[in-house]
């Protein structure tokens, strides 16, 4: 593992826009791109080679450049399928020795170090769900298990107003609740039920589909030591919160806690403005039935340690459900609400107008977890031949996830699980072919329609649905096509950068998130995926600097590129869920057999 924590190219890092922008790495390295963390020893090894050079061959040398290890040819010329660039492929995939490399190339020079052994993405596995804890709301992060990104307890929400939008006659506007603990949701200090359904989904299901990795996997958060896995330790701090945005009186969701305006580029213990939950909708209390659900039957494994906890869940769920069954079509309409109600709010909306793919979801849990084929019969289960990658929007895929995941189940879902494991399954072929023959050998990328905000939650769901895949048939092809997504991430992309904090020597440095820019250290919180590349961020954030024209370049690493450069939970739950499972899997997939040197 190595840090961007020190120079770029030998100069000091800074943190002006100005500076960044001329901050420009050494030419040979911005001329490879590949995983700059590194590679398992018997899976595949890929780096793409960008610009003009007349090919030939290429060595994997010792770190220090003393010792060639491999000498490999380059691929002929190809270009690539958006920006047109010529590009070669470096394959050194039967080279299986562990240890520090480089790659080299006459002509164009050496790349960025990485290593080859097994458990290679193990700290980066570790970081992605560390990076939750650095987003806690409501205490103070410790030297002792922040490092140098220790900081005050903010926005404890002990004292938080019921907005008009949520009045009821139980609770009027301006009743003072307390909706404690949960995570920030992105770059901003505020907290969204919509975007914590599919997070929390995300990272329950890694806990059920990989529950012995994550058993032995330490993470130095406070609860680490305890009997109970770090993920779920992690993971209760926002399901304790989503609890209090249940109304007690009728069972519905409120959609969101919020300031009416995003704070300012301070720190959280800074930022002091009253704070609200505002109306319910049928979204929240879908997102929130699902996840209750899901929790109840992860957190009846502990009944010691958290006692009554999976059936406080399960009662939560039931009414939240029961609450949407009333109210089916509620939607949160943000602009509509500041026209009757005050204070205005302008705050994330996580908008949404259909709600079939949530309440699939939902009545998916709810099946599951108890066994009564109600839920299941009030949905339509396969309502068309989509399957739709997850977002906070449509998330129908968690569902089938779901499903499939206990196939064995009796009941209603038996007769609809083939055709469900056949689409499934579908959908990763289209993925996978073609990849192969792309001009970076991946799945993601092909398309500009990859390139959207948030692409590299596009890339690590793209791994999540290859792992599903690979889960039913034991078939490695989809794997490594998982794998070169994680590739992906970690640098093997058209703009070259690791897009997670603190892994690579070129990785993502100035994410749009308040504490990082706001804290006065020069290194971003560890552990937290930017954004990404998205083709329209020059319009949508309007930062200056953009120069690319090709989709998959659109991307400015300056915190004012919201639009390509903001970190969020939902797209650091993909990354979790990615790095774990293949850390998990690494020994059965064969990838970190012993290596021969």
């Not at 289209?430 to 692409?455: F, I, L």
């Not at 070129?506 to 930017?530: F, N, Q, W, Y």
Request: with cysteine.
């Amino acid at each position: 593992m190595r840090h961007l924590y020190k120079t770029l190219g030998g100069a000091l890092l800074c943190l002006s826009f100005s500076c960044a922008q001329a901050q420009k790495p050494l030419s040979s390295q911005e001329a490879i791109r590949l995983n700059q963390v590194g590679f398992y020893p018997n899976a595949s090894k890929i780096a793409v080679v960008v610009g003009e050079n007349k090919g030939g061959k290429f060595f994997v040398k010792t770190a220090d450049g003393s010792k060639t290890v491999f000498t490999g040819q380059l691929s002929e010329a190809k270009a690539a399928e958006l920006s047109g660039k010529p590009t070669r492929v470096a394959d050194f995939s039967v080279f299986s020795g562990t240890g520090s490399y480089v790659l080299e190339i006459p002509g164009v020079g050496k790349s960025y170090p990485f290593e080859i052994k097994s458990e290679v993405h193990g700290p980066v596995a570790a970081a992605a769900i560390k990076g939750f804890y650095y987003q806690r709301t409501a205490i103070e992060l410790p030297e002792k298990f922040a490092g140098k990104w220790h900081r005050p307890a903010g926005h404890p929400d002990d004292k938080v107003l019921v907005h008009a939008s949520a009045a009821t006659a139980q609770r009027p506007a301006g009743t003072v609740i307390s909706s404690t603990k949960g995570w920030y949701d992105a770059g901003d200090y505020n907290k969204y039920i919509v975007n914590s359904g599919i997070t929390m989904g995300t990272l329950l299901s890694s806990y059920e589909d990989f529950p012995k990795f994550y058993a032995a996997q330490k993470l130095n958060i406070p609860e680490s030591g305890n009997t109970v896995p770090d993920l779920l330790d992690e993971a209760l701090w926002n399901l304790r919160w989503m609890l209090t945005m249940q109304d007690p009186n009728d069972g519905g969701v409120y959609h969101k806690l919020t300031n009416p305006a995003f704070d300012g580029m301070v720190m959280p213990h800074e930022a002091t403005k009253p704070r609200y939950v505002v109306q319910k909708g049928t979204g929240a209390a879908l997102n929130f039935a699902a996840v209750m659900a899901q929790a109840s039957r992860v957190y009846k494994s502990f009944p010691k340690e958290f006692p009554g906890l999976a059936d406080s869940c399960l009662t939560a769920a039931t009414k939240a459900w029961e609450w949407a069954q009333k109210n089916p079509n509620v939607a949160y309409e943000q602009d509509d609400m500041n026209k009757n109600f005050d204070p205005d709010v302008t705050t994330g909306a996580y908008g949404d107008k259909d709600f079939n793919d949530e309440r699939l979801w939902a009545a998916a849990e709810l099946y599951t977890t108890t066994q009564k084929e109600s839920y299941y019969q009030a949905v339509n289960v396969l309502p068309d031949a989509k399957m739709p990658l997850p977002s906070w929007a449509q998330v129908r895929l968690l569902g089938y996830y779901t499903l499939l995941r206990n196939k064995n189940q009796k009941g209603a879902a038996q007769k609809d699980l083939p055709e469900i494991r056949k689409r499934l399954l579908q959908s990763a072929d289209d993925m996978v072919t073609g990849a192969a023959n792309a001009s970076y050998r991946m799945v993601m990328g092909r398309a500009k329609e990859d390139y959207v905000w948030g692409s590299s939650s596009v890339a690590a769901n793209q791994g999540v649905l290859l792992v599903q895949a690979y889960q039913l048939t034991g078939d490695k092809k989809y794997l490594q096509a998982a794998l070169s997504n994680l590739d992906y991430l970690l640098g093997r992309n058209a703009v070259g950068y690791s897009f997670v904090t603190g892994f690579g020597e070129k990785s993502t440095m100035r994410p749009h998130h308040r504490p990082s820019i706001a804290d006065g250290v020069a290194e971003p919180v560890p552990g937290l995926l930017s954004g990404g590349t998205n083709g329209n961020a020059n319009k949508q954030d309007k930062c200056e600097g953009y120069t690319a024209t090709s989709p998959d370049e659109m991307y400015l690493d300056v915190d004012c590129s919201y639009a390509s450069n903001e970190i969020a939970i939902n797209w650091n739950a993909p990354l979790v869920y990615l790095t774990g499972a293949m850390e998990a899997l690494q020994l059965q997939a064969g990838f970190a057999a012993k290596s021969t040197k």
